[in-house]
């Protein structure tokens, strides 16, 4: 439910003309946070579906993990300095460690888990 500018004034006016002045600012506040709900909740709906790795109500816990992991392996491949790093920590060598890091991406917590029926 979203309320306009209109809807707004059109309660104050109707305190003011009761002379309950003091209630205005509870009330503007209210539509204020109703408004802002729903727009926060539309933008974030936005995003969800623009983008893969932000969810969604039914996003499991192994969906977010394995999203998580990705991003993780992806920004340690995208900088230079944190794969030198690994590569020394393991002894191996950068490529080696990027080879690694890629298989690592394709199932980084296991296979999924049973989705249970619903019949």
């Given at each position: 439910?979203?309320?306009?500018?209109?809807?707004?004034?059109?309660?104050?006016?109707?305190l003011?003309?009761l002379g309950?002045s003091?209630?205005?600012k509870?009330?503007?506040c209210l539509l204020?946070t109703m408004?802002d709900r729903?727009?926060?909740?539309s933008?974030l709906?936005?995003?969800?579906?623009?983008y893969i790795?932000?969810?969604?109500?039914?996003t499991?816990k192994?969906?977010?993990?394995?999203?998580?992991h990705?991003d993780s392996?992806?920004?340690?491949?995208g900088?230079?300095d944190?794969l030198?790093?690994?590569?020394?920590?393991?002894n191996?060598?950068?490529?080696r460690?990027?080879?690694?890091?890629?298989?690592?991406m394709?199932?980084?917590?296991?296979?999924p888990?049973?989705k249970?029926?619903?019949?």
């Open positions: 439910m979203t309320y306009r500018k209109s809807d707004k004034r059109r309660v104050v006016k109707k003011v003309l309950k003091s209630l205005i509870p009330v503007t204020r408004t729903y727009n926060i909740h933008q709906e936005h995003l969800q579906s623009k790795g932000t969810g969604h109500a039914d499991s192994w969906e977010w993990l394995v999203n998580q990705r392996y992806c920004s340690y491949m900088h230079f944190l030198n790093y690994f590569s020394v920590a393991e191996e060598t950068k490529a460690v990027r080879f690694n890091l890629m298989e690592k394709l199932q980084p917590c296991g296979p888990a049973d249970p029926d619903d019949a």
